[in-house]
């Protein structure tokens, strides 16, 4: 008998029908004599909807009603497959984070997990009863509901597995695993088989949509297996655990993000404690600064750069201008449309020469490189984003990540999608 929690994504629940199916598979895994819990997101698009809803009537909602509204797509989802469950004779039982006993911290809109409670799902479990968990939320010490961030339905799973000792933590959303690199942008991706922690810590981090980095991270500290597959598909995905026995290529994977921007503030007085008074300004005003580049300095002054998140950009603005008087800085540029493109593999730790074989091929193909940052297991370049794509094959190639067969994105109705769920293809 093997424990697993499942959670399933919004496109896997996304309507009555994808719900019934994910309420089969679930069947099958108890005729196959295993334990599971689900948890779930919110069906489709509901979350963006509700945010629309909060913002037509207040333009600034405060965090804490707002995490009131977001929660209730989790619930719904929830209650739906528990009904679907209960329909085919299983039993089952709905739960909202606060009855799954997830405890959070206080920080509305950006929640942490601090513990998980499991009596209740455990007790479900012995009494035979499926246990349906809403994702992405939970409850900080003053019975207030938190959400976990976009994504976080991710992290939820990885700690319940925690919080009940699962032997596995299965993802499932509409990708069948982890890839090489987007397959849409790069057909020739290959499927991975398995993958270490700190390699998918980072790909993620890096802008890989496939699993959110705070449930990796999660995982990494608990050891935690988690199992990322398709959710219209009984083929097997990949395996994210640390095996010391796996064999290390020199890069793993290559993500791309085109969500960040590049702020550069200008004739910043080269001084001791400059730097230190803007960052620690731009984090105080919860801008999440990636990589930091600071000119050699000319007359006594520099230009400083950082990139964040596109969504970040207001703060920032915000911040800095405050901080520019002060410092004496003389101006601001922002440049939006950035990528960066990110190399990913421990192999690299002992592989001299990554960085000069990206660096010329990118170079060959007169591709610019604005900013660059590396970690013992990661190489980051900025480039201009039209040039995404083609940056993005170009590395895959040079790096032999090419499989011999090529990926073709077939768009399926949700009618085909729920067939195939159905006859478990």
């Not at 961030?149 to 499932?172: L, N, P, Q």
């Not at 404690?273 to 520099?302: C, E, P, W, Y």
């Not at 091929?361 to 794509?389: C, H, K």
């Not at 999608?417 to 159905?422: D, G, P, R, S, T």
Request: glycine share 8%; with cysteine.
């Amino acid at each position: 008998m093997t424990l697993i929690v499942a959670k399933f994504g919004g496109t896997s629940v996304a309507s009555p029908e994808r719900i019934k199916n994910v309420a089969k598979r679930l069947a099958r895994m108890k005729e196959n004599g295993d334990k599971v819990v689900a948890v779930v997101s919110a069906m489709g698009k509901t979350t963006d909807e509700l945010m629309g809803l909060a913002n037509a009537v207040n333009t600034n909602p405060p965090a804490r009603e707002l995490d009131r509204l977001l929660s209730t797509g989790e619930q719904v989802s929830m209650t739906l497959l528990a009904l679907s469950l209960e329909s085919m004779g299983l039993r089952a039982m709905s739960f909202t984070g606060r009855q799954a006993g997830i405890e959070t911290n206080g920080t509305h809109n950006k929640a942490r997990i601090v513990k998980v409670h499991n009596e209740r799902i455990l007790n479900a479990l012995e009494a035979d009863i499926i246990p349906v968990v809403a994702g992405f939320q939970g409850i900080d010490a003053n019975g207030d509901i938190t959400t976990l961030g976009r994504g976080g339905s991710d992290t939820t799973a990885v700690a319940v597995a925690w919080g009940i000792g699962a032997d596995v933590c299965e993802i499932y959303s509409d990708v069948d695993g982890v890839y090489t690199t987007d397959p849409r942008i790069a057909p020739r991706a290959r499927k991975l088989n398995e993958i270490s922690y700190d390699d998918m810590l980072e790909l993620s981090s890096a802008g890989s949509g496939v699993l959110q980095s705070r449930a990796v991270e999660f995982a990494k500290k608990w050891g935690v297996v988690i199992h990322s597959r398709s959710a219209f598909s009984d083929a097997p995905g990949t395996y994210i655990k640390e095996d010391p026995k796996m064999e290390e290529a020199v890069i793993t994977g290559i993500a791309h993000d085109t969500s960040e921007i590049k702020v550069t503030i200008r004739h910043v007085p080269d001084a001791v404690g400059v730097a230190a008074k803007v960052f620690s300004a731009l984090a105080a005003n919860m801008v999440n600064m990636d990589m930091i580049i600071q000119n050699t300095s000319r007359d006594g002054a520099t230009d400083i750069s950082f990139t964040c998140p596109a969504s970040d950009l207001a703060r920032a603005r915000e911040t800095l201008d405050v901080i520019i008087p002060e410092i004496g800085a003389d101006s601001v540029d922002v440049e939006e449309d950035i990528a960066k493109i990110s190399l990913v593999g421990t192999g690299m730790k002992s592989s001299p020469g990554v960085s000069a074989l990206a660096f010329r091929t990118l170079g060959e193909n007169n591709i610019n490189i604005m900013a660059i940052s590396t970690s013992p297991i990661r190489l980051s370049m900025v480039i201009d984003s039209a040039e995404t794509q083609r940056a993005v094959q170009l590395l895959h190639t040079a790096f032999d990540l090419d499989s011999d067969s090529i990926f073709e994105e077939t768009q399926l109705s949700a009618e085909e999608i729920a067939a195939k769920m159905a006859k478990g293809r």
